[in-house]
């Protein structure tokens, strides 16, 4: 279970700065929620940890070793052994359920891959749809066969930007408990995007609530809602009143 660190991150996108100085050491084997209205940064932690991206300024380190620094990256994202649930999931329209979650297992060449894929299915309550199309999905479905395709793969570190976005409350519960249950099993450090501080107080073991490109506060739930941060207070406040 490795320990992810970001030390001193500025990153932009031409003019716009979208961290500043961020530094943040993410617990190994938890799960930390990146709390934020959008455009606050929280998906370029994301990005930058995975290798898509690297910083202009500052270290991105997997477990001590520096994968990225100063515009550089040094380790490839292949070699970082990330699973990235992308908040549009990009599944193959014209594989199966089985396909889809296969794919990567085929491209590693791994063993038993039939029985990997099912075992992945059963523990998402899936696996009755092995032989479906995308097409044939509920939306919740498609969100759980997403996630197992990145499990499957037994990732050290797991990103998530947003997967759970449009699922009505009860289904949320309801992946992120089968998603818990693998995290338990597999022992993966999370980092998980949302808006949503219910669902990051249901969620994260640690949140960190960010605000354009800095953390404001960063806890358990019970230290997020005891902030005297006025941002984080306003942010709290905000989506009680909308909900």
């Not at 990009?90 to 891959?113: C, M, Q, S």
């Not at 919740?140 to 759970?164: F, H, T």
Request: charged share 25%.
């Amino acid at each position: 279970m490795p320990e992810i660190t970001l030390e001193h991150i500025t990153h932009h996108y031409g003019d716009k700065e979208v961290l500043k100085d961020f530094s943040f050491a993410f617990k190994p084997g938890k799960t930390s929620c990146l709390l934020g209205s959008s455009g606050c940064g929280k998906t370029t932690v994301l990005r930058l940890i995975a290798g898509l991206e690297s910083p202009k300024d500052g270290i991105v380190k997997i477990d001590g070793a520096t994968v990225s620094k100063n515009g550089e990256i040094t380790v490839p994202p292949h070699k970082r052994n990330i699973g990235f649930v992308f908040q549009d999931l990009a599944l193959w329209p014209h594989f199966t359920v089985y396909d889809n979650v296969a794919f990567g297992l085929k491209e590693k060449r791994e063993r038993n891959i039939k029985k990997k894929v099912s075992d992945i299915l059963d523990l998402f309550g899936i696996s009755d749809k092995i032989r479906k199309y995308p097409h044939q999905l509920s939306g919740g479905q498609k969100q759980m066969v997403a996630i197992a395709r990145s499990l499957v793969l037994q990732p050290e570190i797991l990103l998530m930007d947003e997967p759970l976005a449009n699922i009505d409350t009860h289904l949320k519960e309801n992946i992120l408990a089968h998603l818990k249950t693998v995290q338990r099993q597999q022992r993966f450090t999370m980092l998980y995007v949302t808006h949503d501080h219910e669902e990051a107080f249901h969620t994260g073991d640690h949140i960190l609530v960010m605000n354009a490109g800095k953390i404001e506060a960063a806890g358990t739930k019970e230290e997020i809602c005891n902030s005297t941060s006025k941002y984080v207070k306003s942010f709290l406040k905000l989506y009680t009143d909308e909900n």
